[in-house]
């Protein structure tokens, strides 16, 4: 395999302050060196999550990284730092990052980076390590799923939730999944979920406690925050188990202690971006080992839409309408 062109500046996307998708820069900046244990990769699509949006409108991320926006890419790995073996040069792979993706080139530690798998193309490998890194951690690791529970995904076609329905269906889980509309609900359904709510027009929770046969969701998958805190108690099974990963709309979560009590409910959510290296490590060997040899038969990423790197605004304002399905990619080889 022809090793790629290692770069000595390259173009990249980064906030010049806090704001809308206007205040990102597309520019000139100086290549990153991987250090011990990393990996340098030429980027070729980088996803777009709501934690680059998030960043974008504070302005910065968290300290010690790097302004460039964008947690996960597909490429091929350029150059190796003390510890790497060269022998991986040249390897088309995807990564979870500390921020960088959205440039020609970006650097990733080892242990997060995987193997482009052999039935999904580059673009597909690029939509992921973010949503299959959260799903595995919240919805199997703290969630705690197993055959046969009821799982209910909130945002059921997002990277996140449409990635959570195929996995858990795989894992032999039942899946109810809420969605804005008719069509979100039938590509929900497309997925693999047992049941889709249209919550604009339909009450979830009557919908999973009949879809469950008075049962009720055994774990929450949500990224709405505390506008469905009283909801999601209500749909839950006793025992059940509700993750957050967003605040939503309304950041303050607020709920009878009566209702937690009552269901013997656990609560809880996670970032994952601060998690330890040797955490998000340990979710890498774990997907190696039980998802990998099956992404492109019985889970695939649906790719919403593909912006050049100069219209990342585009990208952001794409992702702002709440009107995609799967994921929204950034072509980093086309400036």
């Known amino acids: 395999m022809t090793k790629p062109e290692v770069l000595q500046s390259m173009i990249a996307g980064w906030p010049t302050k806090g704001g809308g998708p206007e205040v990102i820069a597309i520019g000139s900046r100086p290549q990153p060196a991987p250090g011990p244990g ?175 046969g008075g049962h009720g969701a055994d774990v929450i998958l949500d990224m709405v925050g505390g506008d469905y805190a009283e909801r999601n108690l209500a749909a839950l099974a006793m025992d059940g188990r509700i993750l957050h990963l967003a605040s939503g709309q309304t950041p303050v979560w607020s709920a009878p202690l009566r209702l937690i009590m009552e269901k013997r409910a656990i609560v809880s959510g996670s970032l994952l971006r601060p998690l330890p290296l040797a955490r998000k490590a340990a979710i890498a060997r774990q997907l190696a080992e039980q998802v990998w040899p099956n992404l492109g038969k019985t889970i695939r990423p649906r790719i919403d839409s593909l912006f050049p790197l100069r219209e990342t605004q585009e990208a952001h304002r794409r992702m702002e309408t709440g009107a995609h399905m799967g994921k929204i990619l950034i072509d980093c080889t086309a400036e």
């Not at 680059?52 to 150059?79: F, Y």
């Not at 973010?130 to 076609?157: I, Q, S």
């Not at 069509?183 to 604009?200: H, I, M, P, S, T």
């Open 38 to 212: 990393q990996v340098l990769i030429k980027t070729q699509y980088a996803g777009v999550n709501r934690h680059d949006v998030n960043q974008r409108a504070r302005g910065s991320g968290p300290a010690g990284s790097t302004d460039i926006l964008g947690l996960e890419v597909s490429g091929v790995i350029a150059t190796v730092g003390e510890g790497v073996s060269a022998a991986r040069i040249g390897e088309e792979v995807c990564a979870l990052i500390d921020g960088g993706g959205y440039a020609q080139a970006c650097i990733a530690e080892e242990s997060l980076v995987l193997p482009r798998p052999p039935l999904l193309s580059m673009q597909e490998a690029a939509a992921l390590p973010e949503a299959l890194f959260t799903c595995w951690f919240n919805v199997v690791d703290l969630g705690r799923l197993k055959t046969g529970d009821w799982l209910m995904v909130h945002g059921g076609t997002s990277g996140v939730g449409s990635l959570t329905i195929q996995l858990a269906k795989h894992l032999g889980a039942h899946v109810v999944a809420t969605a804005g509309s008719a069509e979100k609900c039938q590509a929900c359904l497309a997925f693999g979920a047992d049941a889709a709510v249209n919550y604009r027009e339909e009450d979830f929770v009557a919908i999973v406690r009949k879809a469950s």
